[in-house]
């Protein structure tokens, strides 16, 4: 679909750049692609020198830990997070059974630094916060 600018150049253009105009959106430019697939054909040797090694051995290496992360990701953390979860979830229920059965508490004193209101809150009665 051309655009209102491209109709624009088309209609004051002369009839032959009309046509170029017209076609040149039509036709896509070809892609160009520079990778190849890593048939046997294509492979490249490289010749066994130090830096060669050493290149090899780091990209091992970086293979063998990102696989290592990938396998704690997948299956330790989520085992790490259930027990966890279950024992968060275990904690939770024994603290309320231990204040089910406490006695409860008092009701707490109240100071005289507490509670100052010199001025009441606009909202209610004026003594109690939103919350």
Known sequence: MLSN??????????????????RAP???????????????EHKVEFPDTEFNRERLEVKKHAKDTSELWRKLTYYVVPAIVLLG????????????????????LEERTEYSYQNIR???F?????DKTIL
Not at 122 to 126: K, P, S
């Open 5 to 22: 600018r491209a109709l624009l150049r088309t209609a004051t253009a002369a009839p032959a750049q009309r046509l170029l105009a017209l």
């Open 26 to 40: 039509a036709v896509a430019p070809v892609q160009r692609r520079f990778e190849h697939s890593a048939t046997p």
């Open 85 to 104: 979860g279950i024992n968060a979830y275990n904690l939770w229920n024994e603290h309320w059974e231990h204040w089910a059965h406490d006695t409860p």
């Open 118 to 120: 010199n001025k009441n």
């Open 122 to 126: 606009f909202w209610g009665d004026g």
